[in-house]
């Protein structure tokens, strides 16, 4: 067998092991662009908001959509990644996702690059600005529309940790007895922005 297809959580990967296989025909899956995903959000009393195994936590999953750069369709439902979750590629080395547009039938990957991530902090938060989490290198696909979900946490500022922060509803509150104040993360807003991986500061 030459190809088969993986079952992984919401989607169906062609893993291809066959050098003359379509996926690697000239034009495929050529163009690499680095995008950073920015996250902000309003932080009462609440500081380092991020995933809760840290910024680059390989059991955290990332849910959004994926443009095709080829037709330009738009997935219906999010898909997911996660840096725990790997797939071989044909040549040589491993990517975090392999999906087949439905529309067009073009493939491409998404992997994903940690180490260039921080928290959202709460001056960060005050000043209105966005926190830098995690690069995704993509090859025929845009990522879009990133979906928050659970599995993140935030320290108040007096240090109490509030753990496994569920987002699905798309805000968090809670009561810090240490500092004795009400916490709250609301109006969580995300962002894909092309990077260029050179430079420093992201």
Not at 132 to 148: K, T
Request: charged content about 25%.
């Amino acid at each position: 067998m030459k190809c088969c297809e993986v079952k992984q959580k919401h989607n169906f990967f062609l893993v291809c092991s066959d050098r003359n296989h379509p996926f690697l025909e000239q034009g495929k899956c050529e163009n690499m662009v680095n995008f950073m995903l920015y996250i902000s959000a309003d932080l009462e009393n609440l500081t380092n908001f991020q995933p809760a195994g840290g910024v680059d936590d390989p059991n955290f999953t990332y849910y959004f959509k994926l443009k095709c750069e080829n037709c330009g369709e738009v997935t219906e439902k999010e898909t997911c990644v996660s840096l725990n979750e790997t797939l071989p590629l044909p040549k040589k080395g491993t990517t975090n996702l392999i999906q087949k547009c439905k529309f067009c039938k073009r493939e491409g990957t998404v992997t994903m690059i940690p180490g260039r991530g921080s928290p959202l902090t709460n001056e960060l938060s005050e000043g209105g600005k966005h926190a830098a989490l995690m690069v995704f290198d993509c090859r025929g696909f845009e990522p879009l529309d990133f979906a928050f979900s659970s599995g993140w946490k935030a320290e108040s500022i007096e240090g109490t940790k509030f753990e496994d922060i569920d987002l699905s509803g798309g805000d968090f509150s809670e009561y810090d007895e240490k500092g004795a104040c009400p916490v709250m993360i609301s109006n969580v807003a995300a962002m894909f922005k092309v990077v260029d991986l050179s430079k420093k500061n992201l």
